[in-house]
Nanobody, 120 residues
Framework: QVQLVESGGGLVQTGGSLRLSCAASGRTGSRYDMGWFRQAPGKERKFVAAISRSGGNEFYGDSAKGRFTISRDNAKNTVYLQMNSLKPEDTAVYYC?????????????WGQGIQVTVSS
């Protein structure tokens, strides 16, 4: 089984940047498509970005287009989410997950999540 652990979250001011990491362990990781989701308090979990197992294909949710970049380093079994020009509405718990698509039900393994807070 694969385990996913997110890191790199925290508090940042509006306009700032953060890079989230998602490290896979167990039966890793380089063979799998991966994605990022986020969930704000009281709201549903929403798609942010996904990347194919090779890194050759990626796509983004509307809120991430032009500001966020997903990437991966298969040698390190790690997927990244570079977030630039952050806004208060980006505040959420961010999750990485194994799968492909823009819906949570298309993913079968999830990390525990990491908090990102953008102050105004």
């Amino acid at each position: 089984q694969v385990q996913l652990v997110e890191s790199g979250g925290g508090l940042v001011q509006t306009g700032g940047s953060l890079r989230l990491s998602c490290a896979a362990s167990g039966r890793t990781g380089s063979r799998y498509d991966m994605g990022w989701f986020r969930q704000a308090p009281g709201k549903e979990r929403k798609f942010v970005a996904a990347i194919s197992r090779s890194g050759g294909n990626e796509f983004y949710g509307d809120s991430a287009k032009g500001r966020f970049t997903i990437s991966r380093d298969n040698a390190k079994n790690t997927v990244y989410l570079q977030m630039n020009s952050l806004k208060p509405e980006d505040t959420a718990v961010y999750y990485c997950a194994r799968g492909w698509g823009s819906h949570p039900y298309e993913y079968d393994v999830w990390g525990q999540g990491i908090q990102v807070t953008v102050s105004s």
